[in-house]
């Protein structure tokens, strides 16, 4: 149990990351009911876009915070763009289409980013640079914080710190979460609907790219499938905490990141990503509302 | 606002609405004067909430519909609340997840005179107290009485020339639907011009300056409401003497 602490703070380090994507899938669902397979693609596409704003920039050796900043504005306006861009040419022409035809499309579109990033950037694997400094900052007896857990976590929180400012405090925020509850209602009241489900594709992707380039400093692969494994396991995150459920979501992804880590500790990491298909068959057979999701009948 | 009740603020003409195959508002016209109470009446499905749907654009619709002397098919149904024409839906429609405040400031999103909207949601609290003690209580919590009163308010905060209401009185108690209408009195008093969608057809008569009894998708009789209240077929179907 000595490596107990270790884990423990791996899997809060995992498991932040899952939360910057889960609350891709969970804001998209809570608007539109839509499953949005090309989430993971999107988080893909930022990490490209930082590599190649590293390489453009020469960004490679020059280690330290603005470096760090370049790269996490490169990821986060690339797929705020891409999220957008998705949003508005193949969903939004679906609007009124049954459900499972968007579906469809969300599958096409990551299909589409995927093979597009093969083209274009190649399948070979690609080195992320690694602009910040991977040092031990704080050790225990039985555990090690690196830097790059503390930049993890404290990025993490910041930026769920903004992202519920602008849900529960401003105008938008709540214009959102009205939309989110009763579209046509909030259309009564003066609220563009399209203004707001563009706004929140553009809020998720970002989120998804601030997860990019986080991933990318810990583990600096860059290559076009990345995004399946992590968006899978961010989507199951979601769904246990409840998909639509913002807090949800959060929760949902450190349990995940917590578990994850602990079968690596203690079973195998061969049952590393069985895991997160064994906690969504459980799921959905104890509680298919997740945690903290509201059950179909209490969601008007 | 001292107006004669002549100017028409809403004119409909021909007004038809399919849902599918469904023959819903089979060419309806009316129209709304500045000042008035107009209330529609009509069974069941006869398309009283058809009508208030299609004249916020929330469903596809033929025919014409000027507000304000302005074609209301030019303007999207989320700028229409902005343009004066505001609507409690049937069932209330309350943001179930939103607190009772934030309903009501919802109500404003179309405005941004800050300290304007700060009175006019003290004026709300004034009107319904009940509301002021829940405020910062979620909306779907509200009992049915709170949530009409609520989504009256949040309708209110748009500062409409003309307002909609669908059922205001569905499903409360006696003495909170004379409370009700007595509300809606009053904000006719102040300006607002109202259409009244009702099943509760002997009160809405009583309250309303004329009325149109709706009969499947057709506009079967029209009159004052005193005069309708006395009307020996109005008598039959829908007052049950
Ligand atoms: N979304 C819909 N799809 C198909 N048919 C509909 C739809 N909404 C209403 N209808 C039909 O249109 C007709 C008019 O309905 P509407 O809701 O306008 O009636 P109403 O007068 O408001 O009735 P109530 O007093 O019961 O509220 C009904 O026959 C109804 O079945
Ligand atoms: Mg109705």
């Known amino acids: 149990m000595q490596d107990f602490a270790q884990h423990f703070i791996n899997g809060l380090s995992l498991g932040s990351i899952y939360a910057l994507i889960a609350l891709g899938y969970t804001m998209v669902y809570g608007i539109l009911q839509l499953i949005n397979f090309a989430h993971s693609d999107v988080y893909m596409m930022g990490a490209f876009c930082s590599y190649y704003a590293a390489r453009f920039l020469n960004l490679n050796d020059s280690q330290g915070l603005p470096s760090f900043v370049v790269l996490l504005m490169s990821s986060i306006i690339g797929c705020a763009i891409l999220g957008f861009l998705i949003e508005r040419l193949a969903y939004r022409p679906l609007r009124n289409a049954p459900k499972l035809n968007v579906l469809i499309a969300a599958i096409g579109v990551s299909l589409l980013l995927q093979y597009t990033g093969q083209s274009v950037f190649g399948d070979d694997p690609k080195v992320f640079p690694t602009v910040l400094p991977n040092v031990p900052v704080l050790e225990g007896s039985s555990f090690t914080v690196h830097s790059l857990d503390l930049v993890v976590l404290g990025v993490t929180l910041l930026t769920l710190l903004v992202l519920n400012l602008l849900i529960f405090r401003t105008r938008i925020g709540m214009a959102m979460r009205a939309v989110s509850q009763n579209m046509r209602v909030a259309s009564l009241m003066g609220v563009n609907p399209n203004r707001i489900i563009s706004a929140t594709f553009i809020l998720g992707s970002a989120l998804a790219g601030v997860g990019s380039v986080l991933v990318g400093l810990k583990y600096p692969k860059v290559e076009p499938l990345m995004g399946t494994m992590i968006g899978m396991k961010a989507f199951i995150a979601a769904v246990l905490g409840g998909i639509g459920n913002l807090s949800g979501a959060v929760l949902g992804a450190v349990l995940m990141g917590l578990s994850e880590e602990m079968v690596v500790g203690y079973l195998s990491s061969t049952y590393r990503d069985a895991l997160a298909f064994g906690i969504l068959i459980a799921v959905l057979i104890f509680k298919p509302a997740g945690l903290l999701g509201r059950s179909a009948t209490e969601k008007v | ?241």
């Not at chain 2, 195959?21 to 109470?37: D, K, P, Q």
């Not at chain 2, 004379?178 to 009244?196: D, P």
């Open chain 2, 1 to 241: 606002m001292g107006t004669d009740r002549s100017t028409p603020l809403l004119q409909v003409n021909d007004l038809q609405v399919y849902y599918g195959a469904i023959y819903a508002i089979r060419g309806i016209t009316f129209v709304v004067n500045e000042g008035e109470i107009v209330s529609l009446i009509g069974a069941n499905g006869a398309g009283k909430t058809t009508t208030l749907r299609a004249l916020s654009g929330l469903i596809p619709s033929t025919g014409k519909m000027e507000f304000c002397g302005k074609d209301l098919r030019k303007i999207p149904t989320h700028q229409r609340v902005g343009r004066g024409l505001a609507q409690s839906p049937e069932g209330r429609g309350v943001f179930p997840g939103l607190t009772v405040r934030e309903n009501i400031e919802m109500g404003a999103y179309c405005r941004r005179d800050v300290a304007q909207i700060a009175s006019d949601m003290e004026e709300c609290y004034q009107l319904f107290p009940k509301l002021r003690d829940r405020r910062a209580q979620l909306a779907g919590t509200l009992s049915g009485g709170e949530q009409q009163m609520l989504a009256i308010s949040r309708a209110l905060m748009a500062k409409p020339r003309l307002l909609l209401l669908d059922e205001p009185s569905l499903g409360l108690a006696p003495l909170i639907v004379a409370q009700i209408f007595e509300i809606i009195q009053r904000v006719n008093k102040k300006g607002v011009t109202i259409l009244l969608v009702e099943q509760n057809a002997r009160m809405a008569l009583k309250q309303s300056h004329r009325a149109y009894v709706l009969e499947t998708g057709r506009i079967v009789l029209e009159g004052m409401g005193h005069d309708l209240l006395e009307n020996d077929q109005v008598r039959r179907s829908y007052l049950g003497v």
